[in-house]
Nanobody, 115 residues
Framework: QVQLVESGGGLVQAGGSLRLSCAAS????????MGWYRQAPGKQRELIAV???????NYADSVKGRFAISRDNAKNTVYLQMISLKPEDTAVYYC?????????WGQGTQVTVSS
């Protein structure tokens, strides 16, 4: 089993920034892909950013140019740097790890962007 713990969420004004962290209980180098998803009230969970074990990122169009995903294998942590936040970015943000050991989720962290 792997535990993923997200942190860094909060309330921010539109145009502001936040950095989310996802700390894993085991080495993340075992996971082929680490990602961030979000789920807004009444909407389906959506994939917004992924990063491969080799460090290649990919983003949903809705966050491209504003969000940046990174990973620190030494700290077993994945980050999501978010800038130019918009009210429509308001959601619960979830960390995801996908590898041979299986698929794991964190408990989520709330991000609220006020207009």
């Amino acid at each position: 089993q792997v535990q993923l713990v997200e942190s860094g969420g909060g309330l921010v004004q539109a145009g502001g920034s936040l950095r989310l962290s996802c700390a894993a209980s085991r080495t993340i180098s075992r996971f082929n892909v680490m990602g961030w998803y979000r789920q807004a009230p009444g909407k389906q969970r959506e994939l917004i950013a992924v990063i491969t074990s080799s460090g290649d990122p990919n983003y949903a169009d809705s966050v491209k140019g504003r969000f940046a995903i990174s990973r620190d294998n030494a700290k077993n942590t994945v980050y999501l740097q978010m800038i130019s936040l918009k009210p429509e970015d308001t959601a619960v943000y979830y960390c995801n790890a996908n590898g041979l050991m299986g698929v794991f989720w964190g408990q989520g962290t709330q991000v609220t962007v006020s207009s």
